[in-house]
């Protein structure tokens, strides 16, 4: 409000048209929630509900235990069995790659428990498997240590990042040709940092791939948080494919379906 209204924007689009940023295919990977964790997200979201419905009265609540409440929800998103099941599909068929950031935490603060780094160290193991070279990219780490394992990261000494939000921010890494998006962000701030990660511009590099997994309920669920949650993972996919090389297949895949 101190300065007034916005006088000019410069968005993804602008940069990708001027050559600022490369352009960048993109792939939506739909995951699919099994019985279990739909009814833990369904529970969160029913006491989720109560105490915005107790705030929105003008009522005091515990902000703490709101925030703890929505960050577990998050991180059902983040670790869908399928998703792993998914990941391991692609990586076999795709082969060993350089260069490649795999996101794993959906954000927000950490050290909140014990399993903090499961889904990270899921992700490991699977790339592990399939010979890959990689190291965790946390913020737990010292800074000296991630300046060093980022310089191995782009002499290609390892293959991937596997990280949480610390790559969200504040962190250039130009030679990322790819990027795995396991857990689904709704922060519209955070999937734009996070796209705009794997799209600055290095030698050789002519494009970048984006794959995103998308979290869907199961189809007989249809209760509101459902609903809510698939509106917003099809925003995202909107936003994400609108700038898309391959945006034409996209479209053409949804009218078919």
């Known amino acids: 409000s101190y300065y007034g209204e916005i006088i000019s924007e410069y968005g993804l689009k602008e940069a990708i048209q001027d050559k600022v940023l490369c352009p960048y295919d993109y792939f939506p990977i739909p995951c699919k929630m099994n019985d279990e964790e739909a009814d833990k997200y369904e529970d969160l979201s029913v006491k989720i509900a109560k ?14 235990a709101l925030m703890h ?52 160290d899921d992700v490991t193991k699977i790339l592990h498997k399939c010979g890959w070279r990689t190291s965790k990219f946390t913020s737990e780490q010292s800074l000296s240590m991630r300046k060093k394992i980022m310089v191995t990261f782009k002499n290609g000494e390892i293959d991937a990042l596997v990280s949480k939000r610390v790559l969200d921010e504040g962190i250039d890494v130009p030679a990322c040709s790819q990027a795995y998006i396991m857990a689904s962000t709704r922060n519209e701030r955070q999937y734009i940092q996070r796209r705009g990660r794997v799209l600055r511009h290095s030698p050789n590099k002519q494009k970048a791939v984006i794959y995103d997994f998308v979290s869907i309920p199961p189809s007989h669920r249809t209760q509101a948080c459902f609903l809510s949650l698939i509106q917003q993972e099809q925003h995202r996919i909107k936003e994400f494919s609108s700038l898309s090389l391959n945006k034409l297949k996209l479209d053409i895949d949804n009218e078919t379906r």
């Open 69 to 120: 409440l929505y960050l577990k929800r998050s991180r059902i998103l983040g670790s869908l069995a399928s998703k792993l099941i998914k990941l391991e599909s692609i990586i076999v068929e795709k082969g060993r790659q350089t260069h490649t950031l795999f996101y794993c935490g959906e954000g927000g603060i950490e050290g909140l428990d014990d399993n903090d780094e499961k889904n990270i």
């Open 51 to 64: 105490l915005e419905a107790i705030k929105e009265s003008g009522n005091t609540i515990n902000e703490d």
